[in-house]
T-cell receptor
Framework: DQQVKQNSPSLSVQEGRISILNCDYT??????FLWYKKYPAEGPTFLIS?????DKNEDGRFTVFLNKSAKHLSLHIVPSQPGDSAVYFC???????????FGAGTTVTVRA | KAGVTQTPRYLIKTRGQQVTLSCSPI?????VSWYQQTPGQGLQFLFE???????NKGNFPGRFSGRQFSNSRSEMNVSTLELGDSALYLC?????????????FGEGSRLTVL
């Protein structure tokens, strides 16, 4: 059962503009939400996270928003840079469960 | 600080064979988890170990097994390989006892089953 869904398999954005990636989840037990970034031939790297007690977390150009009532989170990248071109995975965790549930990923392409 | 190391990086097997993949976590990390990545499926959780104890297991058949050693190194084994087992197998480690999801991933072992 896919508890975390990323409905957009790809996103193309112009350099300098905002990238918005979306993610939906179904399990209300999740208490941490994360975004990972993956380049080809590399393992995923942690990007940013948010706990369920918050609705926003910011780290430089990256901001994650959480809407618990809608079971929805989003990642904003402002401004987008060519080095941001990668696959972005949304993930969620119930901390008593020790396993991350991942979405299928969104491939972001930043055009010069 | 060395990252998570996975061996082998690439391997080709035939149906019915078995395979063992190895993972060395970051020094000091006691939690090791394994994920399978296939195209369009994201990462699927296989299992998680902490101090040699399996704390959780994903929805995979019994052909998939793993273990963790006292030095936190981990291995996973897949027996009686099937074509559908072709995937990138990722190992991740964490220093946290209680999960917050911040994992450090290796580069993966790419398994092709012919």
């Amino acid at each position: 059962d896919q508890q975390v869904k990323q409905n957009s398999p790809s996103l193309s954005v112009q350099e300098g503009r905002i990238s918005i990636l979306n993610c939906d989840y179904t399990n209300s037990m999740f208490d941490y939400f994360l975004w990972y970034k993956k380049y080809p031939a590399e393992g995923p790297t942690f990007l940013i996270s948010i706990s369920s007690i918050k609705d926003k977390n910011e780290d430089g150009r990256f901001t994650v928003f959480l809407n618990k009532s809608a079971k929805h989170l989003s990642l904003h990248i402002v401004p987008s840079q060519p080095g941001d071109s990668a696959v972005y995975f949304c993930a969620a965790l119930w901390s008593n469960d020790y396993k991350l549930s991942f979405g299928a990923g969104t491939t972001v392409t930043v055009r010069a | 600080k060395a990252g998570v190391t996975q061996t082998p990086r690439y391997l080709i097997k035939t149906r019915g064979q078995q395979v063992t993949l190895s993972c060395s976590p970051i020094s000091g990390h006691r939690s090791v988890s394994w994920y399978q990545q296939t195209p369009g499926q994201g990462l699927q959780f296989l299992f998680e170990y902490f101090s040699e104890t399996q704390r959780n297991k994903g929805n995979f058949p019994g052909r998939f097994s793993g273990r963790q050693f006292s030095n936190s190194r981990s291995e996973m084994n897949v027996s009686t390989l099937e074509l559908g087992d072709s995937a990138l197998y990722l190992c991740a480690s964490s220093f946290r006892d209680r999960g917050t999801g911040e994992l450090f991933f290796g580069e993966g072992s790419r398994l092709t089953v012919l």
